[in-house]
Every structure is written in structure tokens, then in C-alpha cells.
């Protein structure tokens, strides 16, 4: 085998873990493929990162870096030893399927040309106009239209018969020629005692030929290792939080807000609440990943990396809501910050897979088989050929992990080709020959978010898995990329930005002034 293509004939049943939209693209192209495919969503409906909620999920302690200790700690069911059936609370429950990131001013950062899928149109009948999106509504929605297309798109594949809902993944261990993946199924109890929400959890072991993982990679905050902020969250938990507990700008109203980190998220929380709040600190590390300084608003102030959190002070009394946090942060340009009121932390998320621990080295490689590792420190996912498909043993896939690019559109191609390979109507390159491309492409981008980043390479990677399913049958042509979405691709994604924020400032002004 190790020189010759791999053919996989004897795949029937598939596990899909996760109903976001990569989830269900592939469940569409498998069933289309004739196979057997059995889907689990730990939340109560399809959507993934698109499905609001506005309950905050639970945070790791801050003490907590690593991505498997930080999953661990998030849900104890990756743990073998809590995969009991019994009773738990509401509380316990919310850990089992906690909310996403998504807050309620979200809005799609991509052109809806670029993510409309090839046989459901965008939704273009639905009000697209909002106060969030003010205008130009072909290129911006909200995260309520997004969701309901994800959600019209599980519809048309017939989602609804295939999954598990409230159904968590706790463990995927391969067994003999069997994948062997053992679920966790909420049930909510019934009961006239409607003050105390409890779940029955239900737990079953189940064999699959293949593992698609679609999980996405918004479930584990990152939390950076800055001295003294584990104290200062301890001290302040409700002063200091991961981006993915944001919901609303108006707690914010009139406060002063330290920002940590200078990405996407940092960035538009940082625009919804520059409105409302006395001003914003946003600390950068001057990296690559930074946005651009005109895309903040006028009351942020892009400042110096963040060297360590200071000593809190003791206080006479608890901590006012009007009060700063009794404490100084100290930028490593040696400027001082004494007058922060919160602090959110926009760091982003770990690639984790903590139903799969065997697969992690969170703390290096020592004593590890690097060729078989899928996580190190959280920043890309490993051991993949084409972001798919796991080299020591292919009928393990992944679908969704690549990053900046065009989301929706992009992960439909790979969810064809996964389904083309399972179904052995289309081959992999040997072991060897998939090990020599890895291994060029990790000598060039490292073991970073570069690794699994495809900004640039999305029309040239597509074409070549279009090739690759063409040539599996000639028959039944699939085209790439449309003109459309060349179009608004090729328009530039920034300038678009720039030309929305401009708008939605003349729009304040006039508000502002008419009042």
C-alpha cells in the first residue's frame, strides 16, 4: 500500500460529529454517495457558530492553557470516568452543549456571493436591511438570516432523519477495522417542580467504518499565560472574560475596555461598543493576524502588547459598578494602564478535539509519535492531508478546519471530495506521498495558524479537488467557483469592509445630529 493509491470500497457507515455547516455538507454529499450516515449535534437544532443563544457559556479557569486540560475542564464528559448515566442539573447541562460564540450584533464578514452554496441560492427574499446592516444588504446580514439559511440547507438534505440531537461525542478511539464512539444524550425531565431544570443523561457505544469531524473550532477558548490575569479574573469574573461570553454593548455603556488581542473578533466587538462606552484599549501584538488601525473606531486606541496584569490593590469595600478595577496593567513599551473597567479577552480559540485525547500533545512532543499527533499547543491541526484527511488512518476525516477563507462555498468542495473517497469512487495519494506533501507544507508554514490558513490558495486548492472528483466521474461534471463568486472575491474583501464602516458613520452622524 505504502506506493500505491488508496482506495477505500468498503466504507458503508459514517459518523458526522457536528451540525454546523460543514456537518451538514458533508452529510449531503455521503447520503448522495449511497452511504449510511448517522449525524451527532450536542445543541438542540443545526447551526453551529451560527446559532445565538444568550446564555453565556461556561470559561476554563484562567490558569488553564492547554487545549485538552481546557476542554476537560469545560465539559468533565471528555473524561472516561464521568461517562455515567444518571441525573444532572441545568447547570451541568449547559457544559454539556454550551452556548457558541455568537452575539447579537454578528453579522457575516464574508460576501453572501461567496458563501451561497451550489444548490440552494441565498435567501434574498428575507428583509436584509437591519440596524446592523444598514445598507448594501447583497454583501452584509445578520447572524438570524445566516442561521436560517445553514438552517434551510440541513432541510433540503433531510438533516432531521439522520441526527442526534443534545447528543455529545465524548470518545472516538479506532478498534479493529471499527470506529468505536461512545455518545452522551440529554433528556429533559419532565417534572411539576418547574423552579429546578434537570436532564437525564443517556449514554451508547456505537461502531462506524468512518469518522467525519466537523466540530468546528469556536468550542475552547485560548487564554493567553500574561502574569497576574488569572488574579485578576478570579478577583473580578465578572469584569474580566473571553470574547466568547460577549453578547450585548450595552453593559459596556460608558466604561473603559481593555481588549486583548487585535484580530477579528477584538475588532468588532470594538466597533459595537466604541458607541457607547468612555474609551477602548486595544493591545496587538503587531503580528500578521492584526487588523488594520482604520478599521477601529475613533475612542479605541491601538496600544503595546500587554507584559503582565499588576498587583491588585485591596479595597475598603467591594468593587463598585462604577468603579476601575483597582490595579495597573503594564504594555511592554512600559506605558501604564490604571483605568480599566473590563477587561475581554480576544484571544481566540484552540483546535481541540477532546474526544480524541490519545491524538493530543499538549505539552510537546516528548515520548510522542509526531506522525500520529493532531494537536500540539492548539493553533492548527496536524497530520492532515488537504486540512481532510488524517494520514495514519484516512477514514478518519475533517471538514471545516481551514481558515480565512470563504467558509461556506469552500467547505462544499472538500465535503465532495471526503464523499467521492468514502465511497471509493476516488483515491488518496499513497501514505508515503501524503506524508511527503504534509511535511513540505509544515516546513513552510510551521506548526502555526498558517498551517491549516488556505487565504490565497482557495481557487488553486479547489481546482485541483474538482480535477480530482471529475476525473472519479467524468459523467457528472462538477464546476468550481462560479463568475459570481470570482466577482465578489475579486471586488477585495477590505476595501468592502472600509466602504461599510464609512457608511454606517455617516448614518451615526445623521442620527446624531437629528437628535
Not at 453572501?112 to 427574499?125: F, G, H, M, R, S
Not at 469595600?317 to 462604577?322: D, I, P, R
Not at 486540512?387 to 481558515?403: E, K, R, W
Not at 483515491?427 to 488556505?454: C, F, H, V, W
Amino acid at each position: 500500500m505504502a506506493d500505491e493509491q488508496q482506495r477505500f470500497e468498503g466504507i458503508r457507515s459514517i459518523a458526522v460529529i457536528g451540525a454546523g455547516i460543514s456537518g451538514i455538507l458533508a452529510t449531503k454529499y455521503l447520503l448522495q454517495a449511497g452511504l449510511d450516515v448517522t449525524v451527532f449535534e450536542r445543541n438542540e437544532k443545526p447551526g453551529g457558530v451560527w446559532l445565538y443563544d444568550e446564555k453565556k457559556a461556561p470559561e476554563p479557569p484562567y490558569s488553564v492553557t492547554e487545549p485538552l486540560e481546557a476542554s476537560q475542564a469545560l465539559c468533565p464528559w471528555y473524561k472516561e470516568d464521568n461517562q455515567q448515566d444518571g441525573i444532572i442539573s441545568a447547570e451541568d447541562a449547559l457544559k454539556h452543549a454550551p452556548p457558541g460564540a455568537c452575539y447579537d450584533g454578528l453579522t457575516n464578514n464574508f460576501s453572501l456571493a461567496t458563501i451561497e452554496l451550489k444548490d440552494l441560492p441565498w435567501l434574498w427574499e428575507i428583509p436584509m436591511t437591519t440596524p446592523e446592516c444598514p445598507d448594501h444588504a447583497s454583501e452584509w446580514t445578520t447572524h438570524r438570516n445566516v442561521l436560517r439559511y445553514i438552517q434551510k440547507a440541513a432541510t433540503q438534505v433531510g438533516m432531521q432523519d439522520r441526527v442526534y440531537y443534545r447528543t455529545l461525542v465524548e470518545r472516538v478511539k479506532k478498534g479493529g477495522d471499527k470506529w468505536k464512539v461512545t455518545t452522551g444524550t440529554l433528556i429533559p425531565i419532565v417534572s411539576e417542580n418547574t423552579e429546578e431544570e434537570k436532564f437525564q443523561i443517556s449514554h451508547r457505544k456505537w461502531e462506524f467504518d468512518a469518522v467525519v469531524v466537523a466540530s468546528g473550532h469556536y468550542n475552547t477558548p485560548r487564554l493567553p499565560s500574561i502574569p497576574g490575569l488569572v488574579e485578576w479574573r478570579e478577583t473580578y469574573p465578572e469584569r474580566v472574560e473571553h470574547s466568547k461570553s460577549y453578547r450585548h454593548p450595552q453593559k459596556y455603556s460608558g466604561k473603559n475596555i481593555l481588549l486583548v488581542g487585535a484580530g477579528t473578533s477584538s475588532t468588532e466587538i470594538a466597533r459595537e461598543l466604541g458607541p457607547l462606552v468612555q474609551k477602548i484599549h486595544q493591545s496587538g501584538r503587531g503580528s500578521r493576524f492584526d487588523l488594520p488601525l482604520d478599521f477601529i473606531p475613533e475612542n479605541c486606541q491601538r496600544v503595546a502588547e500587554i507584559e503582565s496584569f499588576g498587583t491588585l490593590q485591596k479595597v475598603a469595600e467591594s468593587l463598585t459598578a462604577k468603579g476601575h478595577i483597582p490595579g495597573k496593567v503594564t504594555l511592554k513599551d512600559r506605558t501604564v494602564l490604571n483605568d480599566i473597567d473590563i477587561v475581554i479577552v480576544c484571544t481566540g480559540y484552540h483546535f481541540a478535539y477532546p474526544f480524541m485525547p490519545d491524538l493530543h500533545a499538549d505539552n510537546g512532543f516528548a515520548n510522542v509519535d509526531v506522525s500520529k499527533v493532531l494537536v500540539k499547543d492548539g493553533s492548527c491541526t496536524l497530520n492532515l492531508h488537504k486540512d481532510m484527511f488524517y494520514i495514519p488512518d484516512p477514514t478518519l476525516a475533517f471538514g471545516g478546519i481551514s481558515q480565512f477563507i470563504s467558509t461556506f462555498s469552500f467547505f462544499e468542495y472538500q465535503a465532495m471530495f471526503i464523499a467521492e473517497v468514502f465511497s471509493g469512487k476516488a483515491s488518496l495519494p499513497s501514505q508515503q506521498e501524503m506524508r511527503r506533501i504534509y511535511e513540505k507544507r509544515l516546513a513552510q508554514k510551521g506548526d502555526t495558524r498558517l498551517m491549516n490558513g488556505r487565504h490565497d490558495e482557495e481557487v488553486p486548492y479547489v481546482d485541483e479537488l474538482i480535477e480530482l472528483i471529475n476525473a472519479s466521474n467524468p459523467a457528472r461534471r462538477v464546476e468550481g467557483f462560479s463568475p459570481k463568486w470570482h466577482a465578489a472575491r475579486d471586488a477585495g474583501k477590505l476595501q468592502k469592509i472600509r466602504a461599510r464602516f464609512a457608511r454606517e458613520k455617516v448614518e451615526r452622524e445623521r442620527k446624531e445630529l437629528a437628535a
